[in-house]
């Protein structure tokens, strides 16, 4: 019996939620994160702008037809990630172990913690809680018994929701669901598990061992995960000896405008995060999926570590240009070596002497 438990913390329209706080003109009213052009892609929107049917990778021009009245906020990253930064201090300050999954998301070990409360959803209200008065943002929370089954279930109610799966509700939370919700699941494979009359999760865990040989993809690592099977461990990520940013695009995408901007980002997030942190990057890591589950990618070895946005965003480019073949609609720019600042610097005082 696995006696782990694992929540994943997730703010609800994160970008979207640091504008609503910094402008409260925007409270209840439709707005979406992107820069202010019409060609622009919207990187996220409140809950309000989706009810019109606007969402993340969409254009601004067409999002405007749906939403005549939405607010186009502009991107500022530096606020976005003193607010993040924030928000995984106070989780440290609940959890000693924290892995920052991303810039709005993490989870934390709290099988120890978890002594210190009668139940696992005591803890959850009280960090959901926390938050919500300390930082003013709302949270999702997933508790399971490991990282895939959390992240799952704080999917399940959003925003300001709180959901457990244990291990032995599996047939009656998870299997139920769609496949499309369970996150690893993107369109394309979607498409491809619809043509063998595979549909939720159900259909899935029960696949007969002949129409598994049968298909085109590896599902088997998704189906042990389905059946609770998932040992990776939450890893204290604070030291941030990586870090990477990704974009999922919804659709297979061909614009070079779009894809400039989504690298553009990408760039842009991680600069900000290594500025914030004190590092320095050593090597810069672009990798795609193309429409055919296809994931490539390339590196490059920097001659000096660097935070230098220009340079890094010079060398992701390349690096995309070498990837690229006819559409992608998942990009990711990451750092597999990171370098102090004050070591770097030593170094160099060193080598001087």
């Known amino acids: 019996m696995n006696n782990r438990i694992i929540f994943h913390v997730d703010i609800n329209a994160y970008y979207a939620t640091v504008e609503e706080i910094d402008h409260p003109e925007y409270k209840d009213k439709p707005i979406a994160v992107a820069p202010a052009r019409q060609q622009a892609i919207i990187t996220t929107c409140n809950y309000v702008a989706r009810s019109f049917g606007v969402k993340s990778a969409m254009s601004v021009l067409e999002a405007k037809k749906l939403c005549p009245e939405l607010i186009v906020t502009g991107l500022h990253f530096d606020r976005y990630h003193e607010v993040s930064e924030s928000f995984i201090t106070l989780c440290e300050s609940f959890c000693d172990i924290v892995e920052v999954a991303s810039i709005d998301e993490c989870y934390l070990d709290m099988s120890e913690t978890i002594k ?3 139940k696992p959803l005591d803890a959850a209200i009280d960090l959901q809680k926390t938050i919500q008065k300390e930082l003013q943002l709302k949270v999702s929370i997933g508790i399971a018994s490991n990282k895939f089954l959390a992240k ?9 929701g709180i959901s457990i799966i244990r291990d032995n509700e599996l047939a009656s939370k998870l299997w139920p669901l769609p496949l499309p919700s369970i996150v690893g699941v993107g369109k394309k494979m979607y498409e491809v598990l619809s043509e063998y009359d595979i549909h939720t999760v159900n259909d899935l865990v029960h696949i007969s061992d002949e129409k598994l040989s049968q ?20 890893n204290q990520s604070r030291s941030h000896k990586s870090m990477g940013q990704s974009r999922s695009l919804g659709y297979d995408c061909d614009d070079e405008k779009t894809i400039s901007l989504v690298l553009q980002e990408c760039v842009n997030e991680l600069v ?15 990798g795609i999926k193309d429409d055919g589950f296809e994931n490539r990618s390339k590196s490059y070895v920097f001659d000096s570590p660097t935070q230098d946005f220009g340079m890094i965003y010079e060398h992701v480019n390349v690096l995309f240009d070498q990837l690229f073949e006819d559409s992608v609609r998942h990009i ?22």
């Open 332 to 353: 990711s720019v990451s750092c597999t070596k990171m370098i102090d600042e004050s070591e770097h610097f030593a170094q160099l005082s060193l080598f001087n002497l």
């Open 272 to 286: 900000m995060r290594a500025i914030s942190d004190k590092l320095l990057f050593k090597n810069i890591v672009v």
């Open 116 to 118: 210190r409360y009668k």
């Open 152 to 160: 799952v279930a704080s999917d399940l109610k959003k925003p300001n």
């Open 215 to 234: 298909l085109p993809i590896n599902v088997r690592p998704l189906i042990d995960k389905c059946q609770g099977i998932d040992q990776s461990i939450v």
